[in-house]
């Protein structure tokens, strides 16, 4: 294949082929120590030229695959190294990834589907002991516009087609197609007041928001980054993939929840950089990790709920620096680094960068508080079309000049004596358990479902924003009755035996 144009405007595997053109053999992607357990596929330390095969022979095969330019490619992958090499082969094939949460059952996951109009589907025979295979033949049979489905690994269902053998076999070298850093490269999945909706983010948009993140941290080139987020939104591939591009030094990956597995990825990679879901950070510093892993000099934290960074504790010691990021579903994000106190520092209104930046300078956009009350967000990474294009233009309150920031929604106000923006309360009549978001409305219907006596709520958690618990005369028939209906796994476990779980 071609390179791409010098002087055009970069793309996420314009930044890849540039940093292989430096340093082919440096080391570029660690898959998780335990990825046997995760996917039963052994774990890969790939150099950037073993990535660069790998991405061009499913490229090739995307492209033989008859999967025409700009259409829609989803993927639902662990963090592994796969996800990387499938985004960024799509991306070479000139194809849009549609980013699909492993939490998402049958049907969020048809829902999706249908929204995006997806061509092709991406998944892992399993995950975390979990037939992804079987979930996503299922929602691709209730998807009309699904023309391919390929996975990764063994027991492949009928009609799935294996990449594995796809990543290390023989392919004929493929026309370039062009890139354009101005066209959609992700489309990723938000729930606002007026419900579920699409989300397309260009390359531009992803570089943008990653910038942010990059330059606030003040990680350094050729930094090893260690990632221990779900890759399946807006910021965790701004604040991993492209952080990774922009630094062009090692991705390392976690697939979260087992932390003794996370700290010795960090030491054996011997990790600079860390970034990981916020209250998870500060919990492992707060046992000590900081000691353990003398090397580790950047922790990016990633806040699912940014209403509760000002009640945050202080970030012990100065060894590392604490990069708080502030997330507004897939609206958009902001960083603040700590000062020395290791206390969360005052966000004010207006433009947002990195403090090594030019005085005055809006790399990453600007902030504000709108008449509602509410925080808005405007700038190079912020998709306003996206949360714009479904208003009703009957409505009164909708002015006749479209808006030039999206409204999160979070709840703000001024501090009258500093002039900050305290964020106050999330959106209302929304729910997010982790990375998952839901209106609350929909927590009833789901009850009623289940008959007559059944309660389903969500109770605010310190780590998650809200957590879920149901009730029902017979919980195990209801975990049966919402999984046949193909919702998450957290709406099922809410019904859990308490006593069992205790």
Request: proline share 7%; net charge negative.
């Amino acid at each position: 294949m071609t390179s791409p144009t010098p002087n055009a405007s970069p793309t996420l595997d314009g930044l890849f082929r540039r940093i292989l053109s430096r340093q082919p053999q440096a080391l570029a992607l660690v898959d998780p120590a335990d990825k046997l357990r995760i996917t039963a596929t052994e774990p890969q330390r790939l150099t950037f030229a073993d990535a660069d095969r790998a991405i061009s022979a499913l490229t090739a095969h995307f492209m033989e695959a008859g999967l025409p330019a700009n259409s829609v490619i989803a993927v639902q992958l662990p963090n592994t190294v796969e996800f990387v090499l499938t985004v960024l082969a799509a991306h070479r094939a000139g194809l849009v990834v549609a980013l699909l949460p492993q939490l998402w059952r049958q049907a969020d996951l048809t829902m999706a589907l249908n929204r995006c109009s997806a061509r092709a589907l991406v998944t892992s025979s399993k995950i975390d002991g979990v037939s992804h295979a079987d979930l996503i033949m299922n929602a691709a049979a209730e998807a009309f516009s699904i023309r391919y489905v390929g996975g990764f690994g063994s027991d492949l269902p009928e009609g799935m087609t294996p990449l594995d053998a796809v990543l290390t076999g023989e392919f004929a070298e493929s026309t370039a197609v062009a890139q354009d850093a101005r066209r959609a490269a992700i489309v990723s999945f938000d729930v606002t007041s007026d419900g579920f909706r699409a989300v397309p983010r260009t390359h531009l948009n992803l570089i943008s928001g990653g910038l942010a993140v990059f330059l606030e941290s003040g990680m350094p080139q050729g930094a090893t980054i260690m990632s221990a987020m779900v890759p399946s939104s807006f910021a965790s591939i701004a604040s991993s993939l492209v952080t990774w591009l922009l630094s062009g030094g090692v991705l390392a990956l976690h697939h979260p929840f087992d932390n003794a597995v996370l700290e010795r990825g960090i030491a054996a990679n011997a990790c600079d950089v860390l970034v990981a879901p916020a209250p998870l950070a500060q919990r492992l510093a707060d046992g000590g990790l900081l000691d353990r892993s003398p090397v580790l000099r950047y922790v990016l934290g990633l806040w699912r709920a940014p209403e509760q960074v000002a009640a945050s504790p202080a970030w012990p010691g100065s060894q590392a620096s604490f990069t708080d990021v502030y997330l507004f579903g897939e609206a958009g994000l902001f960083g603040a680094i700590r000062g020395d106190d290791g206390l969360p520092v005052a966000i004010m209104p207006g433009p947002h960068g990195a403090p090594r930046a030019q005085q005055g300078s809006s790399i990453a956009g600007d902030i504000m508080l709108t008449p509602r009350g509410t925080l808005g967000l405007r700038g190079p990474m912020v998709p306003v079309l996206a949360y714009t294009a479904q208003a009703d233009a009957s409505n009164a309150l909708i002015p006749a000049k479209p808006l030039d920031y999206v409204d999160t929604g979070y709840m703000a106000r001024l501090d009258r004596a500093t002039g900050a923006i305290n964020i106050t309360a999330p959106p209302s009549g929304i729910m997010a358990v982790g990375g998952y978001r839901f209106l609350a409305q929909d927590l009833n219907e789901w009850a009623k479902r289940l008959g007559e006596n059944a309660m389903l709520t969500a109770l605010p958690d310190r780590l998650s924003g809200y957590r879920l618990a149901g009730r029902a005369s017979n919980n195990g028939r209801a975990r049966d009755a919402l999984t046949e209906l193909g919702l998450n796994p957290l709406m099922v476990e809410a019904f859990r035996d308490r006593a069992a779980a205790d």
